[in-house]
């Protein structure tokens, strides 16, 4: 007698995904909606024992209170790296093995930092608005302030995680001194670990933030930090916006404390502050550091692999927790 094909796993998504995700997801698995119900909870504790995993995005999450509701959960699989909006400590107490697409977006992430750092230094979008403006025509040549030089300048990296060991490498081609800061040193890497963050502000011309998010990193770069780089150095997050202090970065640019500060995110984002939109010397991003047409793909691709490889050999491709 031939045994009835096993149902696909049932899966909850916690929050909406690219369609690069959501259409081969529901193609492979038994898909369902948190965030389509009205009152999420409510059907969670009636319907929440027949799921077997859940799919989600780095920069939305969920929050622990879904856990106790879905006692047959085995997996966790998440759309980006960022470990901030998982509830980690709850998924630990259970056992619940967490995947995450680490390493399938470190170039480009880092690409993102560097785009940031030369638009900035060389004052890139500021020298195309002036050309489209005609300005460049009624000052005549040469009149276009002057940027910085960015080839043998000093990088500091904040963070010697995977992608920060891809901006910290690519600086090699630009002939820069490099340095970094984290809790640990970073065994094999041919930069200088510096364990205090003012010293590596102050000793950088370009500080680049690619630290973790949380309550560990919550306003790591503050107002002594900004005071250390000082009015020639510049500002590159693309970490999370709660890795700086936010009122304390606006007062930096507002009063030239720092030279200027390139962001991919933000405190409150999308709905950011009206203050930050109207910052002097800053270039402002929409969280797209891994958001190239390759790199989400494959972000997708290694959300599905990591549920496949659980479900069919109760293995992850690459795990987080
Ligand atoms: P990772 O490999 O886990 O590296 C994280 C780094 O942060 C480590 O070097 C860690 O070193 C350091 N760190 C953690 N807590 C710290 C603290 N309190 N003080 C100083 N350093 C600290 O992570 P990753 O893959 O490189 O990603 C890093 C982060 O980038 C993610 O968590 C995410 O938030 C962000 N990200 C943003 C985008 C974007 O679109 N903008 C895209 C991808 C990732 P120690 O533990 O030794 O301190
Ligand atoms: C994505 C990110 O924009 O990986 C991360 O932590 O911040 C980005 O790659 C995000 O995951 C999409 O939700």
């Known amino acids: ?9 049932r899966l909850l998504q916690t929050g909406p995904l690219v369609p690069s ?32 995993g859940i799919a989600c995005s780095a920069g939305l999450g969920f929050s622990a209170d879904l856990l106790p509701l879905l006692p047959a959960l085995q997996v966790v699989s998440s759309y980006g790296v960022g470990l901030d909006k998982i509830p980690q400590d709850a998924l630990r107490a259970r056992g619940i093995p967490l995947a995450t697409t680490g390493g399938v977006l470190d170039d480009c992430v880092a690409d993102a930092a560097w785009a940031l750092l030369m638009a900035l230094g060389r004052r890139v979008v500021e020298a195309d608005a002036y050309v489209r403006s005609g300005q460049w025509a009624q000052d005549g040549l040469n009149q276009f302030p002057l940027g910085r030089r960015i080839s043998g300048a000093r990088l500091g990296v904040v963070g010697l995680g995977r992608i920060g060991q891809v901006v910290a490498r690519r600086a090699a081609g630009f002939d820069m001194r490099v340095a970094y800061h984290s809790r640990r040193p970073v065994a094999g890497v041919p930069w ?52 700086v202090d936010e009122a304390a970065l606006l007062q930096a640019l507002a009063s030239g404390q720092i030279a200027g500060a390139g962001l991919d995110v933000f405190d409150n984002e ?30 997708a691709q290694r959300v599905i692999d990591n549920l496949d490889a659980w479900f069919e050999r109760g293995e992850l491709v690459s795990p987080a927790l």
Do not use: K
């Open 21 to 52: 995700l959501a259409e081969p997801l529901n193609a492979r698995y038994t898909v369902e909606r948190l965030f389509d119900h009205p009152d999420p909870l409510t059907w969670l504790r009636a319907e929440g024992a027949r799921f077997d």
């Open 192 to 243: 200088r670990h510096e364990p205090d963050l003012c010293a590596l502000a102050r000793d950088s011309d370009f500080l680049v933030l690619i630290t973790a998010g949380g309550e560990a990193t919550r306003h790591l770069v503050n107002a002594p930090v900004l005071e250390a780089l000082g009015p020639r150095g510049y500002l590159i997050n693309v970490a999370r916006g709660s890795v």
């Open 1 to 9: 007698m031939s045994s009835s094909p096993r149902p696909a796993p």
């Open 270 to 299: 999308p709905a950011i502050s009206a203050a930050m939109r109207a910052a002097p010397r800053t270039l402002l991003m929409p969280h797209i550091a891994s958001a190239t047409e390759e790199t989400r793909q494959a972000m």
